[in-house]
């Protein structure tokens, strides 16, 4: 059964804290930097990888290639987002629920910070300072609603919250999908039609 528990809250009078990851949940930076890493990969050879990490997929001469693209700027800046999260954090904005964006550094990148600053503004009308927190320690970021597409920030951020009756939703993307540590983790969003999410309440979903 479907439940679109974001729906749900986002209808709410009173205003909630949605806090959006960027890298997959706004943008699709794996299969990007695979574009230019190791283009004859089919998203088959993804999902059979079954890890999260799309550095896992890569040998050492293709990681080290990687590492180099990464330091560049302009790697960061081109990234495309979503249709579906474009839409999806405007219809956040637009019932009125405050939106964070909350990412995670990439610090061999001398001047990532900025980059992705300039990026979240010109994308999806980012504030700056009141808006974008850079830091790998999410769980430490409150919210009534987490997104994002790691498996195990997803955890740490449930396991210090939930007992504030606040939400974690895995963003569920095909680097992910077959993870072992991902299986188990509902709710979870996955992009339907018209660009809408659709929130799966567990793996018994039809």
Same mark, same amino acid.
């Given at each position: 059964?479907?439940?679109?528990?974001?729906?749900?809250?986002?209808?709410?009078?009173?205003?909630?804290?949605?806090?959006?990851?960027?890298?997959? $949940?706004?943008?699709?930076?794996?299969?990007?930097?695979?574009?230019?890493?190791?283009?004859?990969?089919?998203?088959?050879?993804?999902?059979?990888?079954?890890?999260?990490? $799309?550095?896992?997929?890569?040998? !050492?001469?293709?990681?080290?290639?990687s590492h180099s693209i990464l330091e560049d700027p302009y790697f960061w800046y081109q990234l495309?987002?979503?249709?579906?999260?474009?839409?999806?954090?405007?219809?956040?904005?637009?019932? !009125?629920?405050?939106?964070?964006?909350?990412?995670?550094?990439?610090?061999?990148?001398?001047?990532?910070?900025?980059?992705?600053?300039?990026?979240?503004?010109?994308?999806?009308?980012?504030?700056?300072?009141?808006?974008?927190?850079?830091?790998?320690?999410?769980?430490? $970021?409150? !919210?009534?609603?987490?997104?994002?597409?790691?498996?195990?920030?997803?955890?740490?951020?449930?396991?210090?919250?939930?007992?504030?009756?606040?939400?974690?939703?895995?963003?569920?993307?095909?680097?992910?999908?077959?993870?072992?540590?991902?299986?188990?983790?509902y709710p979870r969003i996955k992009v339907a039609v018209d660009n809408k999410w659709a929130i799966?309440?567990?793996?018994?979903?039809?």
């Amino acid at each position: 059964m479907l439940l679109d528990i974001l729906e749900i809250v986002l209808e709410m009078n009173n205003q909630k804290i949605i806090i959006f990851d960027v890298d997959e $949940v706004l943008t699709s930076f794996g299969i990007e930097l695979l574009k230019l890493v190791k283009p004859k990969i089919t998203l088959n050879d993804i999902e059979r990888n079954g890890n999260w990490d $799309v550095f896992s997929l890569l040998d !050492g001469t293709e990681l080290k290639n990687s590492h180099s693209i990464l330091e560049d700027p302009y790697f960061w800046y081109q990234l495309k987002p979503k249709e579906s999260s474009l839409y999806n954090v405007a219809k956040t904005r637009e019932k !009125g629920h405050k939106v964070l964006f909350c990412t995670s550094p990439w610090t061999n990148c001398k001047v990532w910070d900025n980059i992705r600053r300039k990026w979240l503004k010109e994308n999806f009308d980012a504030l700056g300072r009141e808006d974008i927190i850079i830091t790998a320690a999410k769980e430490f $970021v409150y !919210g009534d609603i987490f997104i994002d597409d790691k498996p195990s920030t997803v955890k740490k951020w449930y396991n210090r919250w939930n007992k504030f009756e606040c939400k974690a939703l895995l963003y569920e993307s095909v680097f992910n999908i077959n993870d072992p540590e991902a299986l188990n983790i509902y709710p979870r969003i996955k992009v339907a039609v018209d660009n809408k999410w659709a929130i799966i309440e567990s793996n018994n979903t039809k």
